[in-house]
């Protein structure tokens, strides 16, 4: 059983940058896709970034450009760099990881196809 916990989630200024951890403990991940999604108020879980186990990233419009999606195996840890933060990315935010998605743009609309969960962290952009 893969248990996913989300990190570095804080209160940041318009402009800002913050960077978000997701980990597992006792379990590696190098096998597996992870994602980000995020969830605004009201609004469903956006998928925005995942990266596979070769490392290789995607990323929604909403984010590229701005949000880098990394990984260390040393650290057994998926990064989320987010720069040039905008009110409207306020959300919380959730890793996910499944051992057979591929991490295609597809791959990100579906939430159904992502098999571990963590339980978020909250991000707020605000002056």
């Known amino acids: 059983q893969l248990q996913l916990v989300e990190s570095g989630g804080g209160l940041v200024q318009p402009g800002g940058s913050l960077k978000l951890s997701c980990t597992s403990s006792g379990t590696t991940l190098d096998f597996y896709t992870i994602a980000w999604f995020r969830q605004a108020p009201g609004k469903g879980r956006e998928g925005i970034s995942c990266?596979?186990?070769?490392?290789?990233?995607n990323y929604s419009d909403s984010v590229k450009g701005r949000f880098t999606i990394s990984r260390d195996g040393a650290k057994n840890t998926v990064f989320l760099q987010m720069s040039s933060l905008r009110p409207e990315d306020t959300a919380v935010y959730y890793c996910?990881?499944?051992?057979?998605?591929?991490?295609?743009?597809?791959?990100?609309?579906?939430?159904?196809?992502?098999?571990?969960w963590g339980r978020g962290t909250q991000v707020t952009v605000s002056s």
């Open positions: 990266i596979n186990n070769s490392a290789r990233p």
């Open positions: 996910a990881a499944d051992a057979y998605q591929l991490c295609s743009k597809a791959e990100l609309t579906t939430t159904g196809d992502w098999t571990y």
